[in-house]
């Protein structure tokens, strides 16, 4: 009687087979779990803005308008968003009664071409958000 020995593991083909279907996964998750993760940082920004803006409104409250630089307001003269993954600028109004807070991505944030840039306009207490709603609400 003859017997046949087992042999334990994975062939040549079976794994080569493994790795390229790793490869084809890998090649449609990484870009889309990139894409979410910048979208994520957008909170960022908005974030950032939101708390600039409530930065405006107390200073408005002591001084009877908003301010032109953001030096003027305590804690944002380093210009960066909370996580850093935006620059923050301001540009206020002369009389006080309006200003402009722009959030530019930096660094692996500068990849979300949908939204580079997002904005926070205010005029006499109104705000508008820019440049598109789905920088806002990701």
Request: glycine letters at 8%.
């Amino acid at each position: 009687m003859r017997t046949t020995r087992r042999t334990r593991g994975l062939t040549l083909i079976e794994t080569m087979a493994a790795v390229a279907i790793t490869g084809v996964l890998a090649t449609i998750a990484v870009p889309s779990y990139r894409s979410a993760q910048l979208r994520s940082h957008r909170a960022d920004a908005t974030y950032s803005l939101q708390q600039l803006q409530q930065a405006q409104d107390a200073h408005r409250e002591r001084h009877g308008g908003y301010a032109e630089r953001l030096d003027q307001l305590p804690g944002w003269s380093a210009g960066q968003s909370r996580h850093g993954h935006y620059r923050i600028q301001l540009q206020g109004s002369p009389d006080g009664l309006a200003y402009t807070a722009t959030a530019l991505a930096q660094g692996a944030q500068a990849a979300d071409t949908e939204c580079t840039t997002v904005t926070l306009r205010v005029e006499w207490a109104m705000s508008f958000q820019g440049p598109q709603p789905g920088c806002w609400h990701s």
